[in-house]
């Protein structure tokens, strides 16, 4: 193999990860002044510059805390457990083009680790493979809060998985490749060319089912504070506690690409911006409107979850692959 | 079964005439049609959005309009009515500087919880001279009626509202408390509620665990 090649992707490997682990911590900042901000309070103020230093301040103790695995716990699959979050949300990192192609001397870098001809469903893949971090952890903990996070965690990510699919299905159809960086280039014209207007239903199913899937607000059955306690991560402190939040957001950040590249002009430019600070305006937009929703709306019980999964989205998501297809062929 | 029903009708009556109004969350539909037609209409009424405007608005208000609740509480503290009853102050004359207090001990004989003490002495001008006066915080109930008594409004109820603290100390500030920290050891208790009696040494019995 190409030796430069083998150190490039090393040198993307550690990037995204350590660029993307500590977006983790800084989004739990903006996520904390954000809602602040909505409710008319100030926010973490007191560490730093406007609070800056508050998340190296929660690093710290993250790190430092006290790391206990309970007494009837299953010890391995316990400590596992958050591993597994982590990884597979990172794992699913390595098919996604975070920025457009660029230039170092006279060496071209693709800032994608691996443009696998399947991309989107890889990342798919990966991303539901996630279930077993929560799930694992949940019935590991011997702990009937974590064991019910647990069941939950089934309940949703699994139900949501199938609308995420549907939804993704008709834009697919209308690309006609799996590939994220096809996709991207489908849509390289103005703003007019995004995937958006083509299938707007389809887009809003995609957020609908990204909320669940990366356990934000108004769908985080997995870790229900005002019912069950902190779901599957009751038992976890420390930095295994800390894992599952890493994993959580990076999931997030996933999302918000894939739902940048699929639907909203990707890496494209956008009339004078360049494409790569065209895409992280519109993912920053859609991590901002994960944000606003986490203030804005209520959580929902298990069955309306459920209910509206199964018999609200997933007819929908039927019906605009069906329409799709009808338009395709006419 | 009538009559259950009138009397709730009745509850229900007084709650409204006291100013509480019952909320009324609509009609459940009673056919799969409506059901569906009530799905349909609450998706199409964009409601959540609403709830979104609201939340965006406040964020506006907060940062631009300066519309936030938030005070930094130990340097910025929130205005208490002056009739708040808080930690005391022994007021002087604003003229000469000298105390207020002429030694009535009014408020010493109102204290309910027995607090105050006062001692008196006659000075070299043949005028009366508080020579100490000290409050028991720990047993003050802030009641407020020494400051009312005072007739020379000497003893006041002052500002300071943080009383709790994790030491003892904390509450004998010099400058806030009325009996100097040197004195504090010289300081006699009226023998009031929950006060140790004179006879307590005696009165104490060895516990089970010691035989």
């Known amino acids: 193999m190409d030796p430069i090649y083998f150190l490039e992707t090393i040198i993307k490997i550690l990037v995204v990860l350590l660029v993307f682990s500590a977006l983790a911590g800084f989004t739990t900042y903006i996520e904390r002044k954000v809602l602040a901000f909505m409710q008319r309070r100030l926010g973490p103020v007191h560490v730093g510059p406007v609070g800056l230093l508050q998340i190296l301040a929660d690093g710290v103790k993250l790190f430092t805390k006290e790391d206990f695995v309970p007494q009837n716990a299953n010890k391995p699959i316990f400590m596992i457990a958050p591993v597994i979050t982590a990884a597979t949300a990172f794992i699913a990192m390595s098919a996604i083009p975070f920025l457009p192609e660029f230039t170092i001397g006279n060496h071209t870098v693709t800032p994608i680790i691996s443009d696998v001809n399947v991309g989107l469903l890889f990342v798919l893949g990966v991303m539901a493979t996630g279930l077993y971090g929560p799930l694992l952890a949940g019935m590991a903990s011997g702990n009937k809060w974590a064991l019910l996070g647990g069941a939950r965690t089934a309940i949703q990510l699994l139900s949501y998985e199938i609308v995420t699919g549907l939804s993704i299905l008709a834009p697919l159809m209308l690309v006609g490749s799996l590939s994220l960086i096809d996709i991207n280039n489908y849509q390289n014209g103005c703003v007019t060319d995004w995937l958006l207007w083509t299938q707007p239903v389809a ?101 309306q979850l459920m209910w509206l999964c199964w018999k609200v989205l997933m007819p929908i998501a039927v019906i605009n692959i069906i329409v799709t297809g009808l338009v395709i062929m006419l | 079964m009538g009559a259950h029903i009138e009397e709730k009708e009745t509850t229900q009556t007084v709650i409204e005439s006291d100013g509480y109004m019952t909320v009324h969350d609509g009609k459940y539909p009673d056919s799969r049609w409506k059901e569906f037609t009530q799905v349909m209409s609450r998706t199409l009424k964009t409601e959540l959005f609403g709830g979104l ?159």
């Open chain 2, 53 to 211: 405007k609201i939340t965006f608005k406040n964020m506006i208000d907060a940062l631009f309009r300066n519309e936030m609740h938030t005070i930094r509480y130990p340097v910025e503290k929130l205005p208490i009515s002056p009739r708040y009853r808080a930690v005391h102050k022994l007021l002087a004359l604003l003229e000469s500087g000298n105390n207020r207090c002429i030694g009535c001990g009014l408020c010493e004989k109102i204290c309910i919880a027995k607090c105050i003490r006062m001692d008196t002495k006659i000075d070299e001008n043949s005028r009366k001279e508080v020579s100490e006066y000290t409050i028991n915080l720990g047993r003050c109930i802030f009641c407020g009626y020494c400051a009312e008594v005072c007739p020379e409004l000497a003893i006041v109820h002052g500002g300071r509202y943080e009383n709790a603290s994790e030491q003892r100390a904390h509450f004998v500030l010099k400058d806030d408390l009325l009996t100097p920290l040197d004195f504090l050891k010289d300081q006699k208790e009226y023998t009031g509620f929950g006060a140790p009696s004179d006879d307590a040494d005696a009165k104490i019995q060895k516990t089970p665990l010691a035989y």
């Open chain 1, 203 to 303: 887009f809003i199913l995609f957020l609908i089912a990204g909320f669940a899937e990366t356990n934000r607000t108004p769908f985080d059955l997995l870790e229900h504070e005002a019912e069950v306690i902190a779901g599957y991560a009751t038992e976890y402190s420390g930095m295994r506690w800390g894992m599952f939040f890493i994993g959580e957001y990076a999931n997030l950040f996933t999302i918000s690409f894939l739902a940048a590249l699929v639907f909203m002009g990707g890496f494209n430019d956008l009339w004078f911006i360049p494409g790569g600070i065209a895409i992280i305006l519109k993912v920053m937009l859609l991590i901002f409107f994960f944000l606003w929703t986490r203030a804005s709306w209520p959580h929902i019980r298990p069955d």
